[in-house]
Nanobody, 124 residues
Framework: QVLLVESGGGLVQTGGSLRLSCAAS????????MGWFRQAPGKEREFVAATSTNSDYTGYADSVKGRFTFSRDNAKNTIYLQMDSLKPEDTAVYFCAAGRSYYYTTSEGGYDYWGRGTQVTVSS
């Protein structure tokens, strides 16, 4: 069982930055690939970024590539999402997720545990 708790969301103006964190419980954090997803009002949840267990491989959605940076600290059981140059279309609830394998996936079905989410609102 892995418990995930996101933090760092909030209200920011267009062009601003936020850093999301996701703290995980459990002793086997470094055996999980980790991902960030988001869900905007009236839309389905979508992939944002993910990394393999030891960060050898990291992937991003095209919509955030070059603006968002994913990182993980296995010593702290925490992942981060640095979000720069934010746009109103980035407004969503952001979820972190953990999956039981080395390599990451962009599909929700590849994740076994989910956090409750943190709201990010970008004003124009």
């Amino acid at each position: 069982q892995v418990l995930l708790v996101e933090s760092g969301g909030g209200l920011v103006q267009t062009g601003g930055s936020l850093r999301l964190s996701c703290a995980a419980s459990g002793r086997t954090f470094n055996s999980y690939h980790m991902g960030w997803f988001r869900q905007a009002p009236g839309k389905e949840r979508e992939f944002v970024a993910a990394t393999s267990t030891n960060s050898d491989y990291t992937g991003y959605a095209d919509s955030v590539k070059g603006r968002f940076t994913f990182s993980r600290d296995n010593a702290k059981n925490t992942i981060y999402l640095q979000m720069d140059s934010l746009k109103p279309e980035d407004t969503a609830v952001y979820f972190c997720a953990a999956g039981r394998s080395y390599y990451y996936t962009t599909s929700e079905g590849g994740y076994d545990y989910w956090g409750r989410g943190t709201q990010v609102t970008v004003s124009s």
